[in-house]
């Protein structure tokens, strides 16, 4: 017999899982439904029929031909770190923008202020955490701080880094090995501590943002580039792993973008002649061109999107 589909519709909270038993859940609403199940129907333990490899519910993919081609973000709660300025200041207000409830992390007081009010005045909704990351308490506050204001997390998006160049022959271990506490160990705290909230939410991501020196060589950024080569094999590990449990994990690769981070490059006349030299497109990114990517990656439009290193970067990667 056809089993019927009955398909799985946004805003419908699942209760919690009791022991020994497992919710037969959707993980993107509107977009997969279960065979022959209703959304929230339970499997007993070592049940097999209507499940994936995995040993999850079975899900099929319904095409739908009336989806609304535009970022709606209105179910999403949001983490954004680096959230001070630059990059994460633009993701926070883009997000905001498009629906979500957003978390802003950063370590420097009044610029984090200025995000949140930039969120605000865009109509969103906000929550604020003035905390180092790499505290080793920073990813319980910050995953706290989710389901205190707004009841949950959905979405992580690890914008904070530090940035540092220079011949490797004149560079020191400490120098290495600052750039991976605050660019890998960071990051990969604070997805640890949500991930037990990822799990139970729908439509849940993870995004990273990645640099074009991650996977492709350029002088004086040795330290830099290791960093960011390493988060784009995070991404695909955790997108492996995280994948059953209806996480999706993405990296937004940044090509060469001025913010507060990289402004001292700037500081040599020929840097950005040089830079923008190498860009196919002929011009460097802004935070703006990056921004819309991470809200696009969030959104359910990306369903079907994980374990992708995303360039944004003007066609560098490509030459």
Do not use: W
Request: with cysteine; proline share 7%.
């Amino acid at each position: 017999m056809t089993p019927t589909v009955v398909e799985h519709l946004e805003g419908v909270a699942l209760p919690q899982e009791p022991a020994g038993e497992r919710a037969c859940r959707a993980p993107y609403s509107g977009e997969y439904s279960h065979l022959g199940k209703p959304a929230g129907h339970r499997l007993p333990q070592g049940t097999t029929e209507g499940c994936n490899p995995h040993g999850l519910p079975r899900v099929e993919f319904r095409k739908r031909t009336n989806m609304p081609l535009e970022i709606d973000l209105s179910q999403k709660i949001v983490v954004v770190t680096g959230a001070s300025s630059g990059m994460g200041a633009e993701i926070a207000v883009t997000v905001a923008r498009a629906g979500a409830a957003v978390i802003i992390v950063g370590r420097d007081e009044s610029r984090l202020k200025l995000t949140r009010d930039a969120v605000l005045s865009v109509g969103g909704r906000c929550a604020e955490v003035l905390v180092d990351l790499n505290l080793p308490d920073a990813p319980t506050a910050v995953v706290r701080a989710a389901l205190d204001n707004f009841g949950g997390l959905t979405t992580v998006v690890h914008s904070a880094a530090v940035f540092a160049s220079g011949p490797a022959i004149k560079s020191s271990v400490d120098e290495l090995t600052r750039l991976l506490e605050v660019n890998v160990r960071a990051p990969y705290a604070l997805t640890v501590a949500a991930l037990p909230h990822l799990r139970a939410s729908t439509g849940a991501s993870v995004i990273f943002i990645g640099s074009v020196s991650g996977g492709k060589g350029f002088p004086d950024v040795a330290g830099y580039s290791s960093s960011k080569g390493a988060l784009e094999s995070l991404v695909r590990s955790l997108a492996v792993e995280e994948g059953p449990h209806g996480i999706r994990v993405a990296c937004v690769v940044s090509g060469t973008v001025r913010t507060p981070m990289t402004g001292p490059r700037f500081a040599d006349p020929g840097f950005e002649r040089r830079a923008t030299a190498r860009v196919p497109l002929g011009r460097l990114g802004e935070v703006s061109d990056i921004a819309p990517a991470v809200a696009f990656l969030a959104s359910d439009l990306a369903c079907y999107v994980t374990g992708v290193s995303f360039p944004v970067d003007g066609g560098v990667l490509a030459g």
